[in-house]
């Protein structure tokens, strides 16, 4: 019978694997990465799911590592808003949100495209806005890398408040046409917006969207980055995702709102998480360590701690204990991906200390070092776990990530999706129409008492 209980209703998305090392190519299950029909089954599946929306991550340019592109990268990413605005022609419901950088992209261009994107879709636009001060990357564009690291934020916020000036500038009765004159009036004024980074004069070209602006998604963990969410994201890509880490995350960063006059829920913290489905919880555990021996192989786990140590670790055992070296200062020995080892040695040090102590060598250190938060089990332990997270507020939910590519989420739907329906914590049918619909997030412009009332 359902759980009636009075519960905190679990957001689920759907990430479509891009730059990873957790896609299983070797599976003979897997398919592509550019065919339409790849990006067709996986967004169906999720709204079958009644998911709140599908999930495109961004790659501007191939990874290399030691001057070769790296193994695991994806060679032929379509363009980001070209899939999604496909995907509008074959969803009703789903969300369709797309990672896009502000750092390469210029105010007015994406106005229009996730305006357009909004419009296609009756309202289930997301935008991811990330940054980069990456000069290897800017390579590939006509500023380069002329970015300061300190700037991006800055940047961020200003293509933000930018793109927002546009969408705002036409009035919601803007549009008038009067057929016997054959007038068609755009009585929007013109847009000025002077900033750090942007001189912004002239007249927007589209009546307003469905939402106003897309959902805006951001996946920064710096302060800075914390700050940038809690002033104008709706939703966080978070990866804190184990229950103590994530308790603490979604509380620092639900207890900045305020400060914007922003209420608690007007925004959602989503990890990204991973899932291992069995018919017991031993056979669960089975599988799942076998999805992690192939994700990451020999070589990757040497590529990943090469990034660390700074040097050509190839002559090193995967299968051996780590290296007794210390680490350089070798930024460059991995391009085209975020460095997360801000401090090698110290980063080194920890490793060294964890394996010391738990026996583990390279590529068993790697594969526990690269986990993200996973759920392993039965359906119903694995739903069970998922709104246990959800209901002490270590996430108003999950990015899920699955390991195959387009099949990787079929089984959670028809498995998981049902026990936490049986919980009381997940919809049995969309309500609503627009991705802010289904997040419960409002329109930055509506009051919380017009929120509440509504």
Not at 20 to 36: C, K, L, M, Y
Not at 178 to 200: L, N
Not at 284 to 303: D, Y
Request: net charge negative.
């Amino acid at each position: 019978m359902p759980n009636n209980k009075v519960c905190k209703q679990i957001h689920l998305a759907a990430h479509f694997p891009g730059v990873n090392s957790t896609t299983v190519w070797s599976d003979p299950r897997s398919g592509s990465q550019i065919e339409f029909d790849s990006f067709v089954h996986l967004a169906r599946t999720a709204e079958r799911g009644l998911f709140d929306f599908f999930f495109l991550a961004e790659g501007l340019r191939l990874r290399e590592h030691r001057g070769r592109i790296f193994d695991l990268d994806v060679v032929g990413r379509p363009d980001t808003f070209t899939v999604l605005n496909a995907l509008a022609g074959v969803t009703t419901r789903l969300g369709l949100a797309g990672t896009i950088n502000t750092t390469f992209n210029e105010p007015f261009e994406l106005a229009k495209q996730f305006a357009t994107l909004d419009h296609l879709s009756g309202g289930r636009a997301g935008w991811n806005a990330v940054t980069s001060s990456d000069a290897f990357t800017g390579e590939n564009f006509r500023r380069g890398g002329y970015l300061e690291h300190a700037k991006r934020y800055t940047r961020a916020a200003e293509v933000v408040d930018a793109t927002r000036a546009l969408w705002d500038s036409w009035p919601a009765d803007a549009l008038v046409i009067d057929r016997e004159r054959g007038v068609f009036a755009h009585p929007a004024p013109t847009v000025r917006f002077d900033s750090d980074q942007f001189a912004i004069e002239g007249r927007y070209v589209l009546p307003r969207s469905p939402q106003g602006y897309p959902v805006q998604l951001q996946a920064g963990d710096s302060d800075e980055g914390r700050e940038f969410a809690a002033a104008k994201a709706d939703a966080v890509f978070s990866r804190h995702g184990e229950l103590a880490d994530g308790q603490q995350f979604y509380a620092d960063v639900k207890a900045r709102l305020a400060k914007y006059g922003r209420a608690r829920d007007d925004l959602k913290i989503l990890p990204a998480a991973t899932f291992v489905l069995g018919d017991s919880a031993a056979d669960a555990e089975e599988h799942a360590r076998h999805i992690r021996l192939q994700q990451v192989g020999p070589q990757t786990a040497l590529a990943f701690l090469e990034q660390v140590w700074g040097r050509d670790l190839s002559g090193y055992d995967p299968d051996g204990p780590l290296p007794d070296v210390d680490p350089v200062d070798n930024v460059s020995i991995t391009r085209g991906r975020v460095r997360h080892a801000k401090d090698p040695v110290a980063v080194a040090r920890e490793w060294r200390e964890r394996a010391e102590a738990e026996n583990l060598s390279i590529r068993e250190l790697i594969i526990e070092v690269t986990a993200r938060q996973q759920f392993v089990g039965t359906p119903a332990q694995v739903a069970a776990e998922i709104d246990r997270y959800v209901q002490n507020d270590a996430a108003d939910g999950f990015i899920l990530v699955p390991h195959l590519t387009p099949g990787g989420l079929d089984d959670f739907v028809e498995k998981v999706v049902p026990e936490l329906q049986e919980r009381g914590s997940f919809r049995t049918e969309y309500t609503g129409t627009t991705l802010r619909e289904h997040l419960g997030v409002r329109h930055p412009h509506q009051s919380s008492e017009g929120a509440r009332a509504s």
